[in-house]
């Protein structure tokens, strides 16, 4: 039982490259997230997929777009990348049953550097 | 949207308790989480209290809730090297089923 994985792990792009972002998660998870982790900023929610077939924008989705591929995986694409988005990426599942206690398991994060 | 303020630093001595505060704005969350991310890691739940709730103690960790402030704190007992971590606290963004974190409150230990 992995919980939560993401690669690649470390990424260097140049300005105007494009990439994706892997996620998967083993615990049969609804909900899946992507967030972004800037010093001094705390994690922003960029976009989320409340259940399979479904995505949804965040605070910060401009410049990403995303796929929920099938219930186990959400990938985060840049199709153009900007030095702005140089970050540290987490993914993160969720069951959310409608009961108020609710638990985001996160995977390692993919460090990002755009130059 | 949801607003979740911490303080960036806390460093303190080994053997001393730390005491880690939050403010937030909306009250609406049912429950209110304490997240941990340690060096090159991703965040792991730590703690949390139900909202009807003043105080919940789990071993070193205390966390009192002030509902009418909307102040959340986190007191852990006798710090050690290894709590040398970020803490994040959050709450319940029922819209979007998602966290809101704090910017989160990085913990140094000093031996």
């Known amino acids: 039982n992995a919980g939560v994985t993401q690669t690649p792990k470390f990424q260097v792009l140049k300005t105007g490259q494009s990439m994706t972002l892997q996620c998967a998660q083993d615990m049969n998870h609804n909900s899946m997230y992507w967030y972004r982790q800037d010093p001094g900023m705390g994690l922003r929610l960029i976009y989320y997929s409340a259940s399979e077939g479904t995505t949804d924008k965040g605070e910060v989705p401009n410049g990403y777009n995303v796929s929920r591929l099938n219930k186990r995986e959400f990938s985060l694409r840049l199709e153009s990348a900007a030095p702005s988005q140089t970050s540290v990426y987490f993914c993160?599942?969720?069951?959310?049953?409608?009961?108020?206690?609710?638990?985001?398991?996160f995977g390692p994060g993919t460090r990002l550097t755009v130059t | 949207g949801e607003d979740v303020e911490q303080s960036l630093f806390l460093s303190v001595r080994e053997g001393d308790s730390s005491v880690i505060n939050c403010t937030y704005t909306d009250s609406s969350s049912t429950y209110l989480y304490w997240y941990k991310q340690e060096p090159g890691a991703g965040l792991q739940l730590l703690t949390y209290i139900f909202s009807n709730m003043d105080m919940k103690q789990d071993q070193r960790l205390t966390v009192l809730l002030n509902k009418k402030d909307k102040h959340l704190s986190l007191r852990i007992a006798d710090t050690q090297t290894g709590d040398s971590a970020i803490y994040f606290c959050?709450?319940?963004?029922?819209?979007?089923?998602?966290?809101?974190f704090g910017s989160g409150t990085r913990l140094q230990v000093q031996p």
């Open positions: 959050a709450v319940m963004d029922t819209g979007r089923r998602a966290l809101t």
């Open positions: 993160a599942s969720s069951e959310y049953t409608g009961g108020a206690f609710f638990e985001q398991y």
